[in-house]
């Protein structure tokens, strides 16, 4: 069984007849109750629930505060390459983009990760675009083999691998992957993704299952808010951390909530998700799976971002750029999209140290 | 009590994962008397001053090391081994987890490690789901102690798991320590009145709202069930004594 029955079994669901008769008791009960099922995760993204937010918030930072206490981890990412035969609509890195085109060689690498650590981080992102010419799994390893000497935790957010593939980077010293599906919507997916190898809707899917069979740590998935209604969206990310939850046991799950933000290129997200629904969201996963990660990246405003601590999120980016070679270099490129929260990661950590809460820089030690 | 060759006087142990800041974790360590501090592998950052919560336990504490993050034996028995070569001595709490919902210990993976670990000389106290037969297997795999969980960990649920723990520590001749669920010093209070070795506690005192009185009180709790334990509670009545007894009749 793959994800994709759980897809299939609710894709044609009748979403606005169950919104219709969801009683606003149901969502109070639901809110108090202790295990909750897939359709009652679905009334707490509904509209009705909304007016609950601040009861869903109570819990959500009680269950957040007693499974992973007064802690925030920190990462950072790392631009490898931007290098991408995709035609993804709403990506800075649009094959058809005019834009510099660049990849880190070894010793740019070294200095990118002589700088990041000099912050203080042991846990790193590395991207790259989708170019198996260009990003080859055999680069992504050597540059695994750099960055080893300098962080405790290398998570990866490259094109979807084969298990085996997977398997290569783990032995390298690869512990983590983020993959986000974009958008569950099938029909919506094939239209934003007009060109190359990320056509193949399934073979995104899966990967962050065929991570866990080979044997990854942790694995963060997601949906890029604002390419379709976010309430259905939030759903099947849900659904899909769950199905990963209950079958790999021994993987930590995490999600993300990205929103759409400016980047090089004129797509107009297609749905606006509010601060307020973004909350929901937030607040419905935590409810759901109170033992899931939250991650939340410097998308979002520095401000916004301090509001969230304690209500759920579990790990921040810090310091973040999103160039290749944005953190030492001074030749720049083009990011992915904009970054909206500058701070460095000093100042993050004397924020949270200031809301009550510790900046945890290492959780894990290469083993 | 003497666990590993080292006379204990506190019988609080507790966790550091989940303070607001290692820096008050002495102030935590000197109220709530503990002398036991556990600490994961995967926090220590060497590389950070600050932050390295290492150079916040106190000399005088007891740094017991744990393989949180551990999915099998043979990580956990890796994590011990770059502990010990990192210098932060021989006691290890085997922590396995291969539920990441629960967080519950994976005894059979637990007892292996304990076996490799007690051999290489760590001092090895495992954290397990209570079950009499896998503390019998513990012990004979040198555990120098056991510790069975309360109820799962974070929850706060308190004693859950009483009836099991008892059956260990009636059987059992290694110290039984509760570690995971405790959420109030009262539970803590029963868990030495029944006769626990001692407790482990990190959740409850790190995410109050007030961690060193918190502290203060687990201490507090802790000592006071010990004291009632070795006084001999007194049996619990199901019936009044009645002044006219049924069996009044049997006069010789």
């Known amino acids: 069984m793959s994800f994709y029955q759980k897809y299939l079994e609710y894709k044609d669901f009748d979403f606005e007849r169950f919104y219709s008769n969801i009683t606003d008791n149901q969502i109070l009960s639901v809110i108090n109750k202790d295990r909750i099922n897939e359709l009652e995760f679905l009334m707490l993204l509904s509209e009705k629930a909304a007016k609950y937010i601040e009861l869903m918030a109570q819990k959500s930072k009680k269950l957040t505060l007693q499974y992973f206490g007064k802690v925030i981890f920190l990462y950072t990412p790392l631009y490898l390459a931007n290098y991408c035969v995709n035609q993804c609509v709403y990506c800075g890195f649009n094959i ?31 991207l790259t675009g989708e170019s198996r010419t260009h990003s080859s799994v055999d680069y992504i390893k050597e540059c695994v083999e750099v960055l080893i000497k300098y962080f405790c935790s290398i998570s990866i957010e490259v094109y979807p691998l084969e298990t085996d593939e997977y398997r290569e980077l783990i032995e390298a010293g690869v512990d983590g992957l983020t993959i986000y599906q974009e958008v569950y919507n099938e029909e919506i997916y094939k239209k934003l993704h007009l060109k190359g190898p990320k056509r193949n809707y399934r073979f995104r899917l899966d990967a962050p299952e065929r991570a866990c069979i080979a044997g990854m740590r942790s694995v963060n998935i997601g949906a890029l808010l604002g390419l379709d209604d976010w309430r259905k969206e939030a759903f099947f990310t849900g659904l899909h951390a769950h199905y990963l939850q209950n079958k790999y046991p021994d993987t930590e799950i995490s999600v993300s909530m990205p929103r759409i933000r400016p980047h090089t290129g004129a797509f107009q997200p297609r749905v606006k998700v509010d601060d307020r629904s973004f909350v929901q969201i937030m607040l419905a996963f935590r409810l759901f799976m109170p033992r899931i990660g939250i991650t939340l990246s410097t998308r979002e405003r520095a401000e916004f971002r301090d509001n969230l601590i304690g209500l759920g999120v579990t790990k921040m980016s810090a310091g973040s750029s999103t160039e290749v070679g ?37 959780d894990w030690q290469a083993i | 009590m003497i666990i590993g060759g080292k006379e204990l006087t506190s019988r609080l142990f507790i966790g550091t994962g989940k303070f607001a800041s290692n820096a008050i974790i002495p102030e935590v360590v000197k109220r709530s008397g503990a002398q036991v501090v556990t600490v994961a592998l995967r926090r220590m950052d060497f590389d950070s001053k600050e932050e390295n919560m290492l150079n916040h336990i106190p000399q005088d504490c007891i740094l017991m090391t744990n393989t949180s993050g551990a999915r099998n034996a043979d990580e956990a028995v890796r ?106 010093p009262s539970e803590a209070a029963e868990a030495m009145e029944m006769g626990a070795a001692a407790v482990l506690v990190n959740t409850a005192i790190a995410t109050s709202d007030d961690p060193v009185s918190m502290g203060e009180a687990f201490g507090l709790a802790v000592i006071a069930g010990r004291k009632a334990f070795l006084a001999g509670a007194p049996a619990v009545k199901d019936f009044a004594e009645a002044s006219s007894p049924l069996t009044g009749f049997l006069r010789s």
Request: glycine share 8%.
């Open chain 1, 326 to 362: 944005g953190h030492a270099l001074t030749s720049k490129t083009e990011g992915q999209f904009d970054i909206c929260d500058t701070r460095s990661v000093k100042e993050m950590s004397e924020f949270i140290y200031s809301k009550g809460y510790q900046p945890v820089f290492k």
């Open chain 2, 79 to 184: 994590i011990a081994r770059i502990a010990r070569a990192a210098g932060c001595g021989n006691w290890i709490k085997i922590e396995i987890v291969t539920d990441n919902k629960y967080l519950l210990p994976d005894n059979y993976e637990t007892i292996k490690a304990t076996e490799i670990l007690a051999k290489e000389g760590f001092v090895v106290l495992p954290y397990m789901s209570p079950d009499l037969i896998v503390a019998r297997n513990l012990r004979d795999a040198g555990a120098a102690a056991v510790m069975p969980l309360g109820a799962p960990i974070g929850t706060n649920k308190g004693l859950k798991t009483k009836e099991l723990v008892k059956i260990m520590i009636d059987e059992i001749d290694l110290p039984i320590i509760v570690d995971a669920g405790l959420g109030r």
């Open chain 1, 96 to 126: 058809s983009n005019d834009i510099a085109r660049k990849k880190l060689t070894k010793e740019e690498l070294e200095k990118e990760a002589e700088i990041i650590s000099q912050t203080g981080l042991k846990h790193i992102l590395i």
